[in-house]
């Protein structure tokens, strides 16, 4: 069974600093996608970043990147910059297709919630 | 704004009620999720559709049900309606398999 552990339930970094969140996921599958979505106050689900497993470059928008490191079955995110802004709650997620069946399955962890301090 | 329209946003009902909560798309996306939140807890997956039909279930109650409507909207059912009922639910929506998943603003039940 697929899994996602996100082994750091709180955060907090300075603002402006660089923070690092850390995501590992269980699967015996070579083609799957990974993406990481922000949950705000508001409640509101966010995607911030996708990284498909296929591609060996290391996905980024902006001030958010990835390092996804396959053999290991990691996917961290690094916030750069930090700004209040990005105080919230980050979840991994986990997708993939059960070519069977057509089915599509997202996994997620359970979050990390990040404080960004003024 | 993700394109993906929840309504109600808030829902208040009492104990042994039934509700409806839809769920409209994106534009174009074939599929669609639904989860549950409960308070400062993770995403529970409930059900997925993709083009009117279900295709994967998680950990749904027998008291809740759902369907996507062949203009692609969905609408989830709860029923008997428990305290324990109260949380966010998100529906989310995207192309195929193969695409990110967006979602709602969510509806927020609170079950009196």
């Known amino acids: 069974a697929q899994t996602v552990t996100q082994s750091q339930p709180e955060m907090s970094v300075q603002e402006a600093e660089t923070v690092t969140l850390s995501c590992t996921y269980d699967?015996?599958?070579?083609?799957?996608?990974l993406f990481w979505y922000k949950q705000p106050p508001s409640r509101q689900m966010i995607l911030v970043i996708r990284?498909?497993?296929?591609?060996?470059q290391n996905a980024t928008e902006n001030r958010f990147s990835v390092n996804f490191q396959k053999a290991a079955k990691s996917f961290s995110l690094k916030i750069s910059d930090s700004q209040l802004g990005d105080t919230a709650m980050y979840f991994c997620?986990?997708?993939?297709?059960?070519?069977?069946?057509?089915?599509?399955?997202?996994?997620f962890g359970t979050g990390t919630r990040l404080k960004v301090l003024a | 704004d993700s394109g993906v329209t929840q309504t109600p946003k808030h829902l208040i009902t009492a104990t042994g009620q039934r509700v409806t909560l839809r769920c409209s798309p994106r534009?174009?996306?074939?599929?669609v999720y639904w989860y549950q939140q409960s308070l400062d807890q993770g995403l529970q997956f409930l059900i997925q559709?993709?083009?009117?039909?279900?295709?994967a279930k998680g950990n749904i109650l027998e008291r809740f049900s759902a369907q996507q409507f062949p203009d692609l909207h969905s609408e989830l059912n709860l029923s008997s309606l428990e305290l324990g009922d109260s949380a966010l639910y998100f529906c989310?929506?995207?192309?195929?398999?193969?695409?990110?998943?967006?979602f709602g603003q969510g509806t927020r039940l609170t079950v009196v």
């Open positions: 990284q498909e497993a296929y591609k060996q």
């Open positions: 989310a929506s995207s192309l195929t398999g193969y695409t990110e998943a967006f």
């Open positions: 534009s174009g996306d074939l599929s």
């Open positions: 699967t015996s599958e070579s083609n799957y996608y």
């Open positions: 559709y993709y083009n009117g039909e279900e295709r």
């Open positions: 997620a986990f997708m993939k297709t059960l070519k069977s069946s057509g089915t599509y399955k997202y996994i």
